[in-house]
């Protein structure tokens, strides 16, 4: 049986496979161009940013696989264009994707209103893209440092806005926002990444706690370590930290979000590898977690 509220589990037979369809961005400039957008019968798909890797990819996989049909979010194509087409193909589901930049790109507010027009209906939207720099925070480039704050705080906010107002026209939806410990308490070495992630913990906490008695439903996940692209990305170096020896897979944080969802939780702390981290925050004063935090991360240099 289905569970017609659940915007997760759908009926299979609403996703045949169409031609597939790619969502371009052209320069901020210019406005989304959707390539082969003729319109077709409204569907609902979920949106995932970070789709092109790590946990984000581990999202699309396991919705795909429950016959989900999706719209994959990044900047990699040549990544997008592979992973759709397995999935699309594995699954015998819908799988569209979307390049842009969300640090940078100013088409967003158009977006909901292109996809309507081509059927398009978003009513799962996982909010997993991001990346963090570490170092010293008069060492990281003022460009990283806003880059972080507009892919992590203003894109999750952004699409967020754009597309809670229809889910809330139906009643039906669910949005996860993908925080981190590290938002739990100030990590000295990873200052803006910390304050990027804290951001989107009040954020989606708080936006959960007013839409609790709606049929949408909002949450908050915080993995812990994770083996993906994350730390290379972020310049650390994972075999010089003790804290970063025992990584998550990410396929068990996507799982277990998924699962946080349907057992209606609003936030969820995944992969914690101490209990310590998850613990911390309440039982500790402030100036001792900055210590605790500057000693999960302190680079060679300081
Ligand atoms: N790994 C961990 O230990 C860990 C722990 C806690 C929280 N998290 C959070 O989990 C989320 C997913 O990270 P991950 O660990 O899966 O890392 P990842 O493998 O590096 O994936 C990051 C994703 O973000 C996308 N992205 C980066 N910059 C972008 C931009 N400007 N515009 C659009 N997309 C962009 C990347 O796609 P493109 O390169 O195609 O653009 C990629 O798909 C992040 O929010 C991260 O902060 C990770």
Redesign the pocket.
């Known amino acids: 049986m289905t569970d017609t509220n659940n915007p997760l589990t759908q009926p299979t037979t609403q996703y045949a496979v169409e031609p597939a369809e790619t969502l371009k961005e052209l320069p901020e400039h210019k406005t989304l161009a959707l390539e082969n957008s003729k319109p077709t019968a409204k569907k609902n798909y979920a949106l995932i ?10 999202f699309a996989q396991i919705l795909a696989s429950k016959k989900k049909p999706l719209i994959l ?4 194509e040549q ?2 264009k592979a992973l759709s087409a397995e999935l699309r193909q594995n699954n015998d589901v819908d799988i569209r994707f979307l390049l ?6 100013k088409d967003m507010p158009q977006l909901p209103s292109k996809l309507k027009r081509m059927g398009i209906k978003i009513d799962v939207l996982i ?6 720099k570490h170092g010293l925070e008069s060492q990281i480039s003022y460009e990283d440092a806003l ?1 972080m704050i ?3 705080c203003r ?1 999750t906010l952004s699409l967020t806005k754009l597309f809670l107002p229809e889910m809330l026209k139906d009643n039906k939806g669910a949005i996860i926002n ?5 938002g739990l308490f100030p990590v000295p070495f990873m200052a803006t ?1 910390s304050a990027t ?1 804290a951001f ?1 913990i009040n954020y989606t906490q708080a936006l959960a706690e007013e839409l609790k008695s709606t049929g949408v439903k909002v949450l908050c996940a ?12 972020a310049g650390i170096n994972t075999s010089k930290h003790k804290s ?1 020896q025992d ?2 897979d ?1 396929h068990y ?1 996507a799982e277990q979000t998924l699962q946080a969802l349907k057992d209606g939780k609003t936030f969820t702390i995944i ?1 914690a590898k101490s209990t310590w981290s998850k613990y911390l925050p309440k039982l500790i004063p402030r100036k001792l977690l900055l210590k605790f935090g500057a000693s999960l991360l302190r680079p060679d240099e300081a």
Do not use: Q, W
């Open positions: 940013t970070g789709a092109s890797s790590g946990i984000g990819e581990a979010v990044g900047r990699n990544k997008l842009i930049d969300l640090a940078r790109s909010n997993c893209a991001g990346f963090g880059n507009n892919l992590n894109a993908i925080a981190a410990l590290a990444y992630k989107v915080c993995p812990g370590p994770t083996a993906t692209n994350f730390y290379k990305s970063l990584l998550n990410p944080i992969g």
